[in-house]
């Protein structure tokens, strides 16, 4: 064998195609049902959502192989433990959570979306899953960013969407705009990393940050900082959550639900691997700076959920993106904990964010439910939902009792408690001080909201929203199936977790496996 062919040779690796199964299949799907959209009757576009269900449903299948969470491809030649992606127990729990939302989203979507064009929808929201199951598994910051866009662009289209809607175009624009902007920085973040370290791996570009000379001590820590930028935007941190409340009004609800817990978990999980994983050297520079933003994260949006009218239009789920402002305060506190402590923190922020994703897509689902109904979907619509749909208003008493840490919504208790844990661990008392003035603040409005739930409705509340039932004439109608279960399940999960909620925990910090 010559020279050139060795050299040839040693450049092929083999690929690891059980590991990069989910992201790969995802996405597989979602090309064949913009394929299939050009062959399937108008009258028959459902089955393009039943495929894409089938489909996640696989791709979920799919991580049972990688439960013990220790493969790795597309590995340096010369360093066979330098690898871009990373299948450890940590992608394990996030492409679940990813997957499982998705999937939920997609039951939500059967019956919510009839007038949106069926192949394009079920193509992006597809595309935007395998980019978001991706993201965890990136261990070098090329991949990062790219697994980044794949899972934003198509949420950005989702959107915008619905076609002649003046807010869903606007909300896309803002969302666009905003997002463009962020990820601008970022990229000008990376390149300073880079041309700090001279890699994109992560574990790489920790080891080198041990010991920068220091005429690049500066650059490299305007790395940090800005890279941070384009995940803090994606995880709706003050102050680049503005896009939120607009975007989640004027985005089809499904989508909305998508983007409050899978566009989350997007942005959480680039913060938790750039932070902890690349940049521990500097963790006097970026834990300062998350714990701020934890702090006026949860302050703003509990402070402007607190400001939401019953009888405004859309204030239901006006309310459900601040909530997810304020929530991810709350997800950034073992974050910025971790700069603070050798203990891992990060077990924290996935229980929290494995918890909220079934509370929030739950309440979510209900919305959905009674938007049916009730187009506006303001709160004062809720009143009384207890009297024509009592299992749909017991369900969403119970997320939002989960989502505010009451009982019996234990689960959600739990993991507050944890994340408050986080923080007095890691010497964070002002900081756990202003998560526990916070969680009292939150219980107001949703206590309110769930106490209209089983209020008697007033007269002149009955039937003001467009297109509701007359005053005085609520009819209890038919439940999509596809909604149902969408609910079954979230309250379901809810229930079993908070009568067993160190199970949440155990399973987010790999030990329920050993």
């Known amino acids: 064998m010559t020279v050139a062919a060795e050299s040839a040779a040693s450049l092929v690796q083999s690929v690891d195609w059980a590991a990069i199964a989910p992201p790969t299949i995802t996405a597989a799907v979602g090309l064949l049902v913009l394929v299939a959209d050009l062959f399937v009757r108008e009258s028959r576009k459902q089955l393009l959502g039943w495929i894409s269900i089938a489909g996640l449903v696989v791709a979920l299948l799919a991580l049972l192989p990688l439960r013990k969470g220790d493969r790795s491809t597309f590995c340096l030649t010369s360093d066979a433990a330098v690898c871009s992606y990373t299948a450890d127990y940590f992608t394990l729990v996030i492409q679940l959570l990813v997957l499982g939302g998705a999937l939920l989203t997609a039951l939500l979507s059967l019956t919510e979306t009839k007038k949106l064009p069926a192949g394009e929808f079920w193509f992006l929201l597809m595309s935007s899953a395998a980019g978001a199951a991706l993201l965890p598994a990136s261990r070098d910051l090329a991949t990062l960013v790219v697994a980044l866009e794949v899972a934003s662009l198509p949420a950005f289209a989702l959107v915008g969407l619905k076609r002649g809607d003046r807010l869903s175009s606007e909300a896309a624009l803002k969302f666009f705009l905003s997002s463009v902007t962020a990820t601008a920085v970022m990229l000008l973040g990376v390149s300073f990393v880079y041309a700090t370290t001279g890699t994109l791996h992560l574990t790489e570009i920790a080891t080198r940050l041990d010991d920068v000379p220091a005429q690049l001590d500066t650059l490299a820590k305007a790395g940090v900082a800005l890279t941070l930028v384009g995940f803090a935007f994606k995880s709706a941190a003050v102050p680049f959550h503005f896009w939120v409340p607009d975007t989640y009004v004027g985005a089809p609800l499904p989508v909305a639900a998508y983007l409050s817990v899978v566009g989350k978990a997007v942005g959480f999980t680039g913060l938790i691997l750039v932070t902890v994983v690349a940049f521990p050297s500097y963790a006097d520079v970026w834990g300062p700076a998350i714990a701020v933003l934890a ?66 897509l739950g309440a979510f689902a209900v919305a959905a439910l009674v938007a049916r109904t009730n187009p506006l979907n303001r709160i004062a619509d809720y009143r009384g939902l207890y009297a024509t749909r009592p299992l749909a208003a017991l369900a969403l008493g119970f997320f939002l009792l989960c989502l505010a840490g009451l009982p019996p919504g234990i689960i959600g208790l739990f993991a507050k408690v944890t994340v408050f844990s986080a923080a007095v661990d890691a010497g964070l008392g002002w900081l756990a001080v202003v998560m526990a003035v916070n969680v009292v603040i939150a219980l107001y409005y949703y206590l309110r909201w769930t106490t209209a739930l089983f209020r008697a409705p007033a007269e002149n509340e009955a039937g003001a929203g467009a297109g509701a039932d007359a005053p005085g004439e609520r009819v209890k109608h038919a439940v999509p199936m596809p909604v149902a279960v969408a ?15 160190q199970l949440v925990l155990r399973f987010a910090t790999g030990d329920l496996f050993q």
Not at 326 to 354: F, M, R
């Open 487 to 501: 609910i079954t399940l979230t309250a379901v999960a809810g229930i079993i977790l908070s009568g067993a909620p």
């Open 295 to 360: 702090a006026l994260t949860m302050t703003v949006g509990n402070v402007a959920a607190l400001r939401q009218s019953a009888t405004r239009a859309y204030s239901a789920v006006r309310l459900l993106a601040w909530s997810s402002v304020a929530q991810a305060g709350y997800l950034l506190v073992p974050i910025a904990a971790a700069a603070y402590s050798s203990d891992d923190q990060i077990g924290s922020t996935v229980a929290y964010a494995l918890m909220y994703a079934v509370v929030n």
